[in-house]
């Protein structure tokens, strides 16, 4: 206690202890010493906080405005553009071996690693404390979750991507189930504001304990710790308690009548979840993430998330017309990440309409059509990975059910992929147990 009475202002403290669990202010008490930020900043969702935090990420450079109001571009360092797997790790006591497609390291020893980086990384630096909701809020599958991280972009991003949590993090702080996420962007570059140590990144997946490490890394990744790193968590806590955490879209599909049936879809990474739950005269719950449950024999789903995080390469007016019209419109609060920035300050990326243009701003520095790396690579106009972040209820097509605390009653689940000279086209199934 007398760790955040040092560090955090009297409105901040009174903010942390609304939250009624001892071993969650031990906890926060005990990174905030480790990583010695120069201040501490409590969210707890107020407009205010949240007016705070955009500001703050235009402020500190890491965040820029663009010509549309509403619209800011990030960009991360020149090799921090993608999941880093040898240096992501699911920590298990004695580096218990879950087979080869899943990189495992003994927990002691990979703890003291990243805390020996992490000690007094956040000097200098402001540490934001904020919380989220997996799922929809005050329903059997909400999961509270704090995110510690020294990142105005990330706490933003968040904000976009998760229902506001400090409400429910104050409801069920007495069940101490809760996910916690630890990141810090680590050194940055004065001028480009990006991480540069990034032999020392990692992300690692403290999975019996719900907790993530993240460090020197700005990508949304392997920062945005609820997306992808939370799902390691989240499957291991439904197989403790029943229920399923799957890759998967949720959408509405509108038949005659005003009939609704929805749909769970599981396509890999670039397989066109994003661009099916966006068909035109359909509804969109969800295009990444979903939790699913058995309740009075019905399987019912939601989307863990509020937000999307979608690769933009290919997104045109012809393959994507919906969310091409979406991000290029005034007023639409929306995160880039990774694409060019043109002379006249509008965007292009690989695969949109028009011409690639000859030179811009991108995520290697000054770029020109043509020019290599030190490989002697091209280096595209935007990163194939580049993305784009907005929430799900400025889209016109978002389903009235997405924050029903129930889910919604799933029809059928749709299976996609890449080998489609491998597999019949279609198969279907006769029941759930078939």
């Known amino acids: 206690m007398d760790q955040l009475r040092i560090k955090l202002s009297e409105k901040g403290l009174v903010k942390l202890l609304r939250i009624e669990n001892p071993k969650f202010l031990d906890f926060v008490a005990e990174y905030i010493a480790l990583l010695n930020p120069a201040t501490v900043y409590v969210c707890d969702d107020s407009a205010e906080d949240n007016e705070y935090i955009k500001a703050k990420a235009i402020e500190m450079g890491e965040e820029k405005p663009l010509k549309l109001q509403g619209h800011t571009v990030h960009f991360d360092a020149y090799g921090d553009q993608g999941r880093d797997r040898k240096n992501t790790k699911i920590l298990l006591e004695g580096g218990a071996d879950l087979g080869v497609q899943i990189d495992t390291g003994d927990r002691e020893t990979y703890l003291r690693d990243v805390k020996e980086i992490m000690t007094g990384i956040m000097g200098g630096k402001e540490l934001i404390i904020r919380f989220f909701c997996l799922g929809p809020v005050n329903s059997k599958f909400s999961i509270p979750c704090v995110q510690l991280t020294d990142s105005y972009y990330v706490a933003h991003s968040e904000s976009l991507l998760y229902r506001t949590g400090y409400e429910e993090m104050v409801r069920q702080a007495k069940n101490d189930r809760y996910f916690r996420f630890i990141h810090s962007a680590g050194e940055v570059d004065p001028v480009t ?10 992300m690692f997946i403290d999975r019996d304990y719900f907790t993530v490490y993240s460090a020197n890394t700005q990508y949304g990744g392997n920062t945005l710790g609820l997306k992808k790193l939370a799902m390691r968590l989240a ?13 998967m879209l949720v959408m509405g599909v509108h038949g005659p009548a005003g009939r609704v049936t929805y749909f769970t879809g599981a396509f890999p990474s670039m397989c066109g979840k994003t661009s099916t739950s966006m068909m035109e005269g359909e509804s969109i719950i969800g295009d990444d993430i979903a939790y699913l449950r058995i309740e009075n024999d019905e399987v019912r789903a939601c989307n863990t998330e509020k937000g999307m995080f979608g690769i933009i390469q290919g997104v045109n007016s012809t393959d994507d017309p919906q969310i091409f ?15 060019l920035v043109k002379e006249d300050g509008d965007l292009y990326w690989i695969g949109k309409d028009g011409e690639v243009p000859e030179k811009g701003w991108n995520h290697a520095g000054a770029w020109t059509r043509g020019m290599v790396d030190s490989l002697g690579k091209e280096i595209k106009c935007s990163h194939p990975n580049a993305r784009f972040t907005l929430s799900l209820d400025q889209l016109k097509n978002v389903d009235p059910n997405l924050e029903n605390p129930d ?14 000279d491998t597999w019949n086209p279609v198969e279907q199934a006769f029941s759930w147990e078939d």
């Not at 504001?193 to 990692?202: E, F």
């Not at 499957?235 to 890759?247: A, D, Q, V």
Request: hydrophobic residues 35%.
């Open 193 to 202: 504001k990006v991480s540069v140590n990034l032999d020392k990144r990692r």
């Open 235 to 247: 499957i291991y806590l439904g197989s403790k308690e029943g229920w399923l955490n799957e890759h």
């Open 325 to 339: 019209a979406k991000i290029q419109e005034e007023g639409t609060e929306i995160i880039f990440s990774n694409v």
């Open 407 to 420: 889910g919604v009653k799933v029809g059928g689940v749709v299976y996609g992929g890449r080998d489609s």
